[in-house]
């Protein structure tokens, strides 16, 4: 990401504080030169870290308004005696630093679940982290939020509107517990434009829906997903109602970049694979279709062994739960059709083959007849590597 397209009125600042063995930045920190609107969602799942329900209870408290986002990486902050008190008492100790109320720092943390941490490690870091806040600094934040990741991730747009420039930055992490039901992982996103909290929260959902909750690596959901989008219109410059659809577009192009970076470095993955379907009575039972063949495992495999099975693929759109005619399905890959009418069509396999050795894959599942219903997911291949990684995540 480039200086110039960096929200205006954002510092961000990074630290090494002993969390993760590895010695790099695992403490970050944004903050608002404003107390900023904000938005977000979080992880559906039952087991839900302590940051997560700080952050929870802060957006409602606050009523949407946030000045600053303090994060942690190599401890997950969740399902352990010390979880809330920790969340609790590190962002009460960033408020102070920072003359904002307790209720407008939100916690996110990413990294092991079950190992309690240390609010000291995280405390001794703070007064160091907001002396040294810097408005360039947003790729360190990037940087210092992975775990599993091989890759920092980003994205950013400008859009032009009536009243001048607006700017939408973000960064997130994610690799593996990738299989959102509203966000995933960890993703933050600022922009300096003047966004009413309620309406920006509109626009966060849907943006979320075509973005992070159409991607997969695993099919397991984590219990730290946080998604966060602060708007503190250090800018100015408000969109005219006819001009949010156009923000709210840029926002989403940005969501929709960072999940796709999210599943291109999935853990052990080398390919990245979008799955389409067309056809079906309704969008959301296209989206269903298209998340079960992107879980699959059957299909992950084979496309990492650039196998050309598409009975995997019809078989799991089976398993989807939604009602269709097996026998008007057509499927094709890398824009070869390989299924016809629900029955085999014939194609060069060694061709294939070799299309399907591309690290970008795209399938295509369409139902023929009068459903109008459509999505697109973004997946990976599963590959032994992603094993390797698992089996070895906490020694």
Known sequence: MRPFDLPLGFKYATAYAGIRKQQKDDLALIVSAVPAAAAAVFTTNKVQAAPVKLARANMRLSKGVCGAILVNAGNANCATRNGDRVAANTTKALAKLLKLQPTQVLPASTGVIGVELEEDLILSKLEEMVESLNENSLPDVARAILTTDLQAKGASRE?????????????????????????????????????????????????????????????????????????????????????????????????????????????????????????????????????????????????????????????????????????????????????????????????????????????????????????????CDLTEDYVHINAAYRT
């Open 159 to 379: 859009v032009t509107l009536r009243r001048g420039l607006v700017r939408v930055a973000g960064v997130t992490k994610g690799s593996g517990m990738i299989h959102p039901r509203m966000a995933t992982t960890l993703g933050f996103v600022m922009t300096d434009a003047v966004i009413p909290q309620t309406l920006l929260r509109r626009m966060l959902v849907r943006a979320t829906e075509v973005s992070y909750n159409r991607i997969s690596v695993d099919g397991d959901t984590s219990t730290n997903d946080t998604l966060v989008v602060l708007a503190n219109g250090a800018s100015g410059v408000r969109p005219d109602p006819k001009e949010m659809s156009t923000f709210e577009e840029s926002l989403t192009e940005t969501l929709q970049s960072m999940a796709r970076q999210i599943v291109r470095d999935g853990e052990g993955a080398r390919k990245l694979v979008s799955v389409e379907v067309h056809g079906a009575m309704s969008d959301s039972s296209a989206a269903s279709i298209a998340r079960s063949i992107s879980n699959s495992p059957l299909v992950k495999t084979a496309i990492a062994g650039s196998d050309p099975n598409w009975g995997r693929i019809i078989s799991a759109a089976g398993n989807s739960g939604v009602n269709f005619d097996q026998n008007t399905v057509d499927i094709t890959l890398q824009d070869i059709r390989v299924c016809r009418n629900g029955l085999a069509c014939p194609f060069d396999e060694l061709d294939m083959k070799q299309r399907l050795d591309d690290t970008d894959v795209s399938i295509v599942f369409r139902i023929t007849g009068k459903g109008k219903g459509s999505a697109t997911f973004w997946t």
